[in-house]
């Protein structure tokens, strides 16, 4: 039976990867705040030694709403470092000398590309982050690929874009959108402010994405891969699909407020997965539509 180490077991990505995990005949061994102190060293280590996993997903992240702005501060790249980086350093270094057979998964984001020279990203195009999480991410990535060359760790990162689901936090558009389309049509709530309804997003389907990380692990050689959607869908569609399935007119319900909205990226976010589907057969099943319908049927059921 294999064992596998999910570092950020409960949020959205990690309860799914448990889920997928366990019904493959895994036995998993769960990672989160309460647990493992994952910023010091010697407890990784003693965990990685003790559990000896045949894989390990690092999908522990620190995301501050402050990373929308243009300046980071000293305390949040400080906070982004330690739990995007530096942590995963010690499963990589524990990996390296206690579990050497061991495959090492990292959750990396489309924001290492920031504000991207390229209309679509792939593996690639050159990374240019612009905040503390994406700044953090990048350089997860590149302690990866420092891993596998110089210690021979088995490590390989997935660049995720956008992904969202009905365990999505409510602190992410798609899922306020969602929650409030569902309360206005119960009355319990007036409207929805929003910021730029024409913003664009490359939206994916998260149990696809969890899918798709251990896809990547099974292959024979580590490597790094775009995991996206490869279409993009406005803010606009999103409150619409959300709103319809609730049989309300969104136009009567929302209303524009730009100072909502705080992001510093200057391009589009685009991902081109071909790599990975043609690698190991991966694509996404659930279209964006169908994702949504989805998480409204889900709020509705609370």
């Known amino acids: 039976m294999k064992k596998a180490l999910v570092v950020g077991s409960r949020g959205q990505d990690g309860s ?25 060293h010697a407890q990784v280590r003693h965990l990685v030694a003790s559990v000896r996993p045949d894989e390990i997903y690092y999908l522990a992240a620190f995301h501050h709403s402050s990373e929308d702005l243009p300046i980071d501060t000293h305390e949040l790249m400080e906070k982004s470092f330690a739990i995007n980086t530096l942590a995963l350093n010690h499963f990589l270094d524990a990996v390296a000398d206690e579990a050497p057979d061991c495959r090492l998964f990292y959750a990396a984001s489309s924001h290492v590309f920031g504000d991207p020279a390229e209309d679509l990203q792939d593996e690639r195009t050159a990374m240019n ?3 503390a999480y ?11 690929r420092y891993y596998r060359t110089q210690r ?19 602190a992410f558009v798609s899922r306020k959108v969602v929650r409030a389309a ?25 149990p696809d994405y969890v899918d798709a990380m251990w896809r990547i692990l ?17 803010v606009r569609e999103l409150v619409q699909i959300a709103f319809e399935a609730v049989g309300l007119d969104w136009a009567l319900y929302v209303q524009i407020d730009p100072g909502v909205t705080r992001n510093s990226r200057r391009g589009l976010l685009q991902g081109d997965s071909s790599k990975i589907q043609a690698t190991t057969g991966w694509h996404p099943t659930k279209t964006f539509r169908e994702m949504v319908i989805e998480m409204v049927q889900a709020e509705m059921a609370q």
């Open 218 to 234: 099974q292959l024979g050689a580590p490597e790094d891969f775009v995991i996206a959607s490869g279409g993009v869908h406005s």
């Open 129 to 131: 982050p612009v905040g």
């Open 16 to 40: 799914y990867l448990v889920e997928q995990l366990s019904q493959k005949g895994y036995l998993v061994n769960g990672v989160d705040r309460g647990s493992t102190d994952i910023t010091d």
């Open 182 to 206: 569902v309360r206005i049509s119960r009355h319990e709530q007036d409207q929805l402010v929003i910021g730029d309804l024409d913003a664009k997003v490359d939206w994916g389907y998260a």
């Open 134 to 144: 994406g700044i953090s991410k990048a350089a997860g990535v590149r302690l990866c």
């Open 152 to 170: 021979k760790v088995f490590a390989s990162a997935g660049i995720l874009y956008n992904h969202e689901s009905p365990r999505r936090s409510t």
